[in-house]
């Protein structure tokens, strides 16, 4: 029996509107920006829109923390992550959440124009201009502020689908609040000079900058009344195109390769972006047939991928292999090799590569995920549990992590835990009413034992914590019976 528990984490509930106070000096503070932050991205994952790929959400979330250790010396909290759109854009959203859109992946021409833009982003953050904006805009901007989050958290507390939340939060939003924030030229210019300096100091080529600047300048020009996103929150000028480059010029261009890893995140990237996976494995061939790459393995990889998807893993299995024999260091040929062999029915080979890429990287969080779903299909729920416990109990886990647990938890028999589990899904997502109803069914378990029902009872006890008074759900006969027993 697995009894490790579950790293504490913050509940945020449905009766949080943070107190944004008068217009008289008022400003956000840096919990109430946690707070809305946590609010908008519970909004974007219901929506589903978020890139739920484990291994882009990695690749991203890496090369955001090693830009934002350089944001007062790390002091910041980042998290990042990749919105599925083919617009060029990127935002931050208040809390040091940083969202970039798969469409600018894919038109990045190297790992340090990612990191360039990035790092403007990062840049917003750390210099407060999210706040700052707020208070700028007066009364009206942090009563339409108050007004979107409202309108998250009533969503979240009534149930309500995507749509109808989406069509309150748009119109609490209205003139003052857009769903984007345009910045002032003075933030705009002031997120460059910091961003650049992010860049360097994360070892990143300054140049990159305003060289994507012009790109995509350049194809804002061609593109005429179709102004990418990105560019109409973030408007470039000749002059702050100019400025950004004598900025680098002083700082010191330097010749920085794009690492493997940036162009596997683009590989696969580029595989979902297509109509289907079909429609992927002719574009591939087309490309491969006597065009240079600029990453051939990352070119591969993607051929491997879309082979999968496309139901020829057979095809797929000895390209991956390559890979492998290539690259051991590579996490993600662990993971292509292993599914490309379970796909086309070599469990054993499959399951064999596997279990050594876990033993290798025993907490990578893409492979280990993909190595639990592939325990579940082999029967052997057990070791499902075992890892994924030891994974989110010693990372920054997430609402895929957690779910993935509980149903190997559930798979094994173990109600108990599954169901506690659940409960901490349900509270990253914001629905502490249900979390709490899983803690009942947790406590209702025949088999639970004395440890899981303390920690149950003082986990529900802290949930409750932050319902509304008249809402507080009390235990059901039953569970205070379970509570009292010896």
Request: net charge negative; charged share 20%; glycine share 6%.
């Amino acid at each position: 029996m697995l009894c490790f528990l579950l790293l504490a984490r913050p509940a945020w509930g449905a009766g949080e509107l943070p107190d944004i106070g008068n217009s008289a000096g008022a400003v956000l503070s840096a919990s109430d920006e946690q707070k809305i932050g946590r609010m908008i991205m519970r909004q974007l994952r219901a929506s589903g829109d978020l890139v739920t790929d484990p291994e882009i959400t990695e690749y991203i979330q890496a090369l955001g923390q090693r830009l934002s250790l350089h944001a007062h010396e790390g002091q910041l909290s980042f998290t990042f992550f990749a919105i599925d759109a083919p617009d060029l854009n990127a935002f931050a959203l208040p809390g040091g959440f940083v969202g970039i859109h798969t469409g600018l992946l894919l038109a990045t021409e190297s790992e340090s124009e990612l990191a360039a833009v990035l790092g403007h982003e990062i840049a917003h953050v750390s210099q407060r201009h999210l706040a700052r904006s707020a208070e700028a805009a007066g009364q009206s901007g942090l009563i339409s502020t108050a007004a979107m989050v409202a309108a998250i958290l009533v969503g979240a507390a009534t149930g309500a689908g995507g749509d109808a939340i989406s069509a309150a939060v748009a119109v609490a939003q209205g003139s003052a609040a857009q769903s984007r924030i345009n910045f002032t030229r003075a933030n705009e210019y002031e997120a460059d000079r910091v961003g650049i300096r992010f860049l360097n100091d994360a070892g990143f080529d300054p140049m990159a900058m305003p060289s994507f600047f012009e790109t995509m300048s350049r194809r804002t020009a061609a593109a005429g009344s179709q102004v990418p996103e990105y560019f109409r929150t973030h408007p470039v000028t000749s002059n702050r195109i100019a400025e950004s480059r004598d900025r680098a010029l002083n700082i010191g261009a330097r010749q920085v390769p794009s690492s493997l890893n940036y162009f596997l995140a683009k590989a696969r990237a580029q595989v979902l972006s297509y109509e289907s996976a079909v429609v992927a494995v002719s574009a591939i061939e087309a490309r491969m047939d006597g065009h240079p790459s600029e990453s051939p393995q990352a070119t591969q990889y993607a051929y491997a991928l879309a082979l999968i998807r496309a139901g020829d893993a057979r095809r797929a299995v000895p390209i991956a292999e390559r890979l492998l024999d290539l690259n051991e260091e590579m996490v993600a040929y662990h993971t292509l090799s292993a599914q490309a062999n379970l796909a086309a029915g070599n469990t054993e080979r499959g399951m064999e590569i596997f279990a050594e890429g876990h033993r290798l990287f025993p907490r990578n969080v893409p492979l280990t995920m993909a190595y639990a779903n592939a325990l579940m299909g082999v029967k052997d729920p057990a070791r499902s549990h075992k890892i994924m416990l030891d994974l989110v109990n010693n990372v920054s886990y997430d609402e895929d992590q957690i779910r993935l647990l509980a149903l190997a938890a559930s798979a094994e028999g173990d109600d108990a835990n599954a169901h506690y589990y659940m409960s901490e899904f349900h509270v990253l997502r914001g629905e502490l009413f249900m979390a709490v109803d899983q803690l009942k069914l947790a406590l209702a378990s025949p088999r639970i034992h004395d440890y899981q029902i303390a920690r149950a009872e003082a986990r529900m006890k802290q949930i409750r914590e932050y319902l509304p008074n008249k809402r507080r759900a009390r235990p059901s006969e039953q569970a205070r019976g379970r509570l009292a027993a010896p």
